[in-house]
């Protein structure tokens, strides 16, 4: 009877100890997992782009960058995770844990348990390609794609350093940042109705009554005049069309 009683009382034990399960995997930035100090093999998950693949037999590994660092994170995959949609250019999930790298150099390596691919990317058609150097002229066709490559991304991080220090600098001396009208040629949400200007056109009689009136009805010249417009009495221009 004793022994019928314990083995009742281990039941009931297991059956309301909750079983382990792993911490959820915290997000981090590409830059903040490079930046990690104690990397002893947190979960994390990460998201970004794949700048390069290279798969072995036994090894798997990936640069992912989501844009936060110019430097990328390197993961490392069993090789079981390949697939034929881990290719340069395509969007991936991470998850993993977050070790110490024996290579000199990386500080940090994430040792992935879970690859999921976000959108896939076919490399013959991805305008930017791997180990190329393309000109500006070449990456001034791809605007949306120009900021993944180095030297446009490096760009860009020099305009945003910059532009932040011009803004403190004028900030802190007082100045408000206010968003003025423009002139502009493009007829958006009435843009094109703030200023209006008579360019590349005639003047017509209304308008030569208004710059008369506009000046106190005295005589007005109006002189260099475009070359297309003026008719055959008028002399042109001493100085050239």
Not at 33 to 60: D, F, P, T, Y
Request: proline share 5%; net charge positive; hydrophobic share 35%.
């Amino acid at each position: 009877m004793l022994g019928v009683r314990c083995l009742l009382r281990s039941v009931r034990f297991c059956s309301s100890a909750p079983f382990p399960k792993h911490k959820p995997s915290a997000k981090l930035s590409v830059r903040d997992a490079l930046g990690a100090q104690n990397a002893s093999g947190e979960r994390i998950k990460i998201q970004g782009w794949i700048r390069s693949v290279r798969s072995q037999k036994a090894v798997l590994f990936l640069h992912v960058n989501d844009g936060s660092s110019l430097e990328s994170l390197q993961v490392v995959a069993d090789s079981g995770l390949d697939s034929r949609e881990l290719t340069f250019g395509s969007s991936v999930e991470v998850q993993g844990q977050l070790i110490k790298s024996p290579s000199k150099r990386q500080n940090v390596e994430l040792k992935a348990e879970k690859i999921k691919v976000i959108g896939n990317c076919d490399a013959k058609d991805f305008p930017i390609k791997y180990k190329e150097r393309h000109p500006l002229e070449y990456l001034r066709q791809h605007p949306h794609f120009r900021c993944r490559t180095n030297v446009v991304s490096s760009i860009l991080r020099i305009r945003s350093e910059a532009t932040a220090a011009i803004h403190s600098f004028f900030k802190d001396s007082g100045f408000v940042h206010i968003h003025t009208p423009i002139i502009t040629s493009n007829d958006s949400e009435g843009a094109g109705e703030l200023f209006q200007l008579e360019w590349g056109a005639d003047l017509r009689t209304e308008h030569e009554k208004y710059l008369v009136k506009h000046c106190g009805n005295i005589p007005v010249f109006v002189i260099n005049y475009p070359l297309t417009l003026k008719p055959f009495y008028m002399r042109d221009n001493e100085d050239g069309p």
